[in-house]
């Protein structure tokens, strides 16, 4: 691949999705809740387990960074393991939304320290900027235990009215951008390229292709269903700012796709 120009970065996702693989794991290294299980991530043997593991994953893939997931932690499920119950109370912790956050951010903490120890750069999902933080509102500030050399993809879109790319860059951190919709392959974008050529990584605006004028025309976010989330501002990043954001990604998730599809959605029109 290298010689072909190609990278090759593993995700290696936790404490959720894991559900395929946790089940070979010993009962109390995980939290069963089906598809939302999660790792028990207050377990000393699942943090030895995954230095050990990206130790390995370190030495088959030279890249000097690694992706490590952390999207879509099910605060539920979490909320019921007696462990992560009992690890908060021993930390003094309330057995509320912002202990649950805190327990999380611990973990996160201790991947990058992990990654860190292997010779890896973190890649995480949009989640771990704001998410995970001390606080019970949403979004969240960064939490602490967040590294300060991890490149953050966000695949919230705009309209969500979550963090965002500018956000993430003021913050210091690089970004990726991989917007859920027009850039998910696997969605089924294949009759028009319009809409996710029109799709900037320095900004937040929504864009049409107009083919009479041949032009995008953009306009900011709308304002958000949920009155208790703030409108977002419209913002384009420029100069010192603008060299923060790597790129982005074109995501093509096989949980939609099988061999009879990988070429269509790969490859679309």
Known sequence: ASVRGIRVIPEIDSPSHVQSWAMQLPQEMRIDCGYSTLLNIVSKDVRDFMDEFLAEISRLFPDPQLHLGFDEVDFDCLNGSTAVQNWLS????????????????????????????????????????????????????????????????????PDWHWSTVANMTSHGFRALYAPD?????????????????????????????????????????????????????????????????????????????????????????
């Open 90 to 157: 021993g930390q003094g912790l309330s057995r509320d939304i912002v202990g649950l956050r805190k327990a999380v951010a611990s973990y996160l903490g201790e991947l990058g320290k992990i990654v860190a120890k292997h010779g890896k750069t973190p890649i995480f999902w949009n989640e771990v900027f704001d998410h995970y933080g001390a606080s019970s509102e949403n979004p969240t500030p960064p939490p602490d235990e967040l590294a300060k050399d991890a490149i953050l993809e966000m695949w919230y879109p």
């Open 181 to 269: 919709g027009p850039w998910y392959l696997d969605n089924g974008v294949i009759f028009s390229w319009e809409g996710p050529y029109a799709v900037e990584p320095l900004s937040n605006k929504a864009c049409t292709y107009d083919y009479e004028q041949g032009k995008a025309n953009c306009s900011c976010p709308p304002k958000p269903a949920n009155r208790s989330k703030p409108s977002l501002p419209c913002y384009d990043i420029a100069g010192k700012q603008a060299e923060l954001v790597l790129g982005g990604e074109a995501a093509l998730w096989t949980e939609h796709v099988d061999s009879a599809l990988l070429s269509l959605r790969a490859w679309p029109r």
